[in-house]
């Protein structure tokens, strides 16, 4: 079975530009993690969704959003790029929302913001 | 805000030798993972250990947890090269019902030496 997927790979972007980030969660899982991951620091949590609905939120201004499809891929939105947004965006996805149940990570999408 | 704290922030050994890693938290939590990435990728999962398991074991790994002292160590056995990676603890929370997002510390960088 193939792993997490996130696409693009590497992206840079403006300042006050829009990024759309996305996220295929492997084959069964309903629950899709999102986290950025500043250069030097442990990842720091974004969203969850589970079964389409949002679970949780982290401390993150309004211009990020995240929505999940119906087949529980995922996308992370991100309005009026600044120069601190430039991170690596992880997407993890487990079978269940609960924290108890291991979260499997994709490779991660690096977004440089200029 | 990171919850756990890693020690050391860099640990560099020579192949063959063992590498403990140890991570403090603050707040209460259900369970406690360890987490490993290689050069800013994704993130593997090592191992989950739960409030009430102690100790914990799983191939060459070794994690013990103390709820009292809010601490937890990673111990890794005959490293090899290929051990060379940032390694992370991830704990839930217990407060306010947050058991859906995992909070990360600045992880410790593990250099093995062949």
């Known amino acids: 079975d193939a792993g997490v997927t996130q696409s693009p790979t590497h992206l840079i972007k403006t300042r006050g530009q829009h990024v759309t980030l996305r996220c295929s969660p492997i084959?069964?899982?309903?629950?899709v993690s999102w986290y950025q991951q500043v250069l030097g620091q442990g990842p720091q949590f974004i969203f969850q969704?589970?079964?389409?609905?949002?679970?949780g939120r982290g401390n993150f201004p309004d211009r990020f959003s995240a929505r999940q499809f119906p087949n529980y891929s995922s996308e992370l939105n991100v309005n009026a790029l600044l120069l601190g947004d430039s991170a690596l965006y992880l997407c993890?996805?487990?079978?269940?929302?609960?924290?108890?149940?291991?979260?499997?990570f994709g490779p991660g999408t690096r977004l440089t913001v200029t | 805000s990171q919850q756990g704290e890693e020690d050391p922030q860099a640990l560099s050994i020579q192949e063959g030798e063992n590498a403990t890693m140890n991570c403090s938290y603050k707040?209460?939590?259900?369970?406690l993972q360890w987490y490993r990435q290689n050069s800013g990728r994704g993130l593997v999962h090592l191992i989950l250990?739960?409030?009430?398991?102690r100790e914990k074991h799983s191939g060459r790994l070794r994690v013990t947890l103390d709820t009292s002292k809010k601490s937890s160590s990673l111990l890794i056995t005959a490293s090899r090269a290929a051990d060379t990676a940032s390694y992370f603890c991830?704990?839930?929370?217990?407060?306010?019902?947050?058991?859906?997002?995992?909070?990360f510390g600045k992880g410790t960088l593990l250099t093995v030496n062949p």
């Open positions: 084959s069964g899982h309903k629950s």
């Open positions: 991830a704990t839930d929370g217990l407060s306010g019902g947050s058991n859906y997002k995992l909070t």
């Open positions: 250990i739960r409030s009430n398991e």
């Open positions: 707040t209460s939590i259900n369970n």
């Open positions: 969704y589970y079964e389409k609905e949002e679970r």
């Open positions: 993890a996805s487990s079978l269940h929302p609960d924290s108890s149940y291991e979260q499997y």
